[in-house]
């Protein structure tokens, strides 16, 4: 008799599933990640596979077997040839296109929440095209209005052991911090080529970033006088001292999977900052919006109320004529169902790990990879 009611408070307390945003440079190795993160969660006993979304619709090959792919929906080729666009307007306008359906991914997302723990979503390669476009801000908050979200911004680690380029990845992931407002996760990725602990010294001590950066060459001039290049980042790095401290930073590696159990620790914390921060700034702005919306349709409402009473007031006899018929009303539906999104899990063997190593290769794929040597 006393199962009933704690099974039905387990399912009560059941958490909604994390989302998980993948960002990255182009190469910082995002799919690569992707994968070693799934293979990590089918790996738990009990096994627990994520919901996985690629938004890429110009890859050829994913490692990894998505539930949701953009390019079951969009063809990226036919639309550089359709609308006479270049590879990265290719990519842009596939991803506006898909965004007019994403309320059919969000409704997918949701019927499987009871079911996984985590959906990932893979973006583009080209991290401007998502991060600084209107599609990317639309799916971003839809998902993050819907579901507990963080963005894990992915870094090359062996491409950041110099000052410069270790800034410019910490310029671009404060941006992103300050864009999305979302939990943030730093991911020093392919610590199996180089180790990240200089970054995260660099991080935590401002000196130690001021001595590599003395000793980097192309900081002085012949004079021996610091560049205009070494002082910007200089001044930079004052600036994003104060950033560093409210900010989640591990290594992984996706070929070796070292530290990706110390990944989804910071993961499960991004829930409770979640929670605490962007949960009641979301529902204040909610509110507000409401607000706003139903002031402006009641200014509305009395507007015209106002000039149909003066209009009935100058032609008394055209009223009977304003009344509605509801026989005459055409069947005017102009949704667009043509296109839907495809839900792979509902395929058969749904949430199937998909070895890469034994990976079928896609029907419309026609390339042929060089081989080495």
């Known amino acids: 008799m006393d199962a009933q009611p704690s099974s039905s408070s387990s399912a009560a307390e059941k958490k909604k599933p994390m989302v998980i945003i993948t960002i990255g440079m182009a190469g910082a190795g995002k799919s690569t990640f992707v994968q070693r993160i799934n293979s990590y969660l089918h790996a738990l006993d009990p096994p627990s596979p994520p919901y996985i979304l690629n938004l890429d619709p110009a890859v050829t090959n994913v490692p990894f077997e998505a539930n949701i792919d953009i390019r079951d929906t969009i063809n990226y080729h036919e639309v550089m040839k359709q609308y006479n666009l ?28 009871d079911t996984v723990d985590y959906v990932i979503m893979d973006t583009p390669g080209q991290i401007e095209i998502f991060t600084w476009s209107a599609s990317g801000s639309i799916i971003t908050d839809a998902v993050a209005s819907s579901l507990p979200t963080v963005v894990a911004y992915i870094i090359d680690t062996p491409r950041t052991n110099a000052p410069a380029t270790f800034m410019s990845n910490m310029l671009y992931a404060c941006s992103i911090l300050y864009k999305t407002k979302l939990p943030f996760i730093l991911v020093f990725n ?17 000196e130690a970033f001021q001595e590599a950066l003395a000793s980097h060459r192309g900081t002085t001039d012949d004079e021996g006088e610091p560049t205009y290049m070494n002082s910007l980042m200089n001044s930079m790095s004052l600036v994003l001292d104060e950033f560093y401290k409210h900010l989640t930073a591990v290594g992984v590696s996706s070929m070796t999977g070292a530290g990706i ?11 409770t900052e979640y929670e605490r921060e962007y949960l009641p700034e979301l529902e204040r702005a909610r509110a507000e919006r409401e607000q706003t919306l139903q002031a402006a349709k009641d200014e509305s409402m009395s507007r015209m109320m106002r000039d149909l009473a003066v209009d009935r007031t100058k032609n008394p006899d055209a009223a009977p004529r304003d009344r509605w018929d509801p026989e005459a009303e055409e069947d005017d539906d ?39 040597g």
Request: avoid cysteine; proline fraction near 7%.
């Open 86 to 113: 270049g590879p990265n307007g290719g990519i842009m306008t596939a991803l506006n296109l898909f965004t007019t359906k994403f309320d059919q991914v969000l409704g997918l997302v949701e019927k499987r929440a």
């Open 190 to 206: 392919k610590t199996d080529v180089q180790p990240h602990e200089f970054a995260l010294e660099w991080m935590q001590d401002f």
């Open 261 to 271: 159990k110390e990944f989804f620790d910071a993961v499960e914390a991004s829930r």
């Open 334 to 372: 102009d949704d667009d169902t043509d296109v839907n999104i495809i839900d792979r899990s509902e395929q058969p063997w749904p949430g199937q790990y998909t070895d890469v190593m034994q990976m079928p290769r896609r029907d419309d794929e026609g390339v042929t990879w060089p081989r080495p």
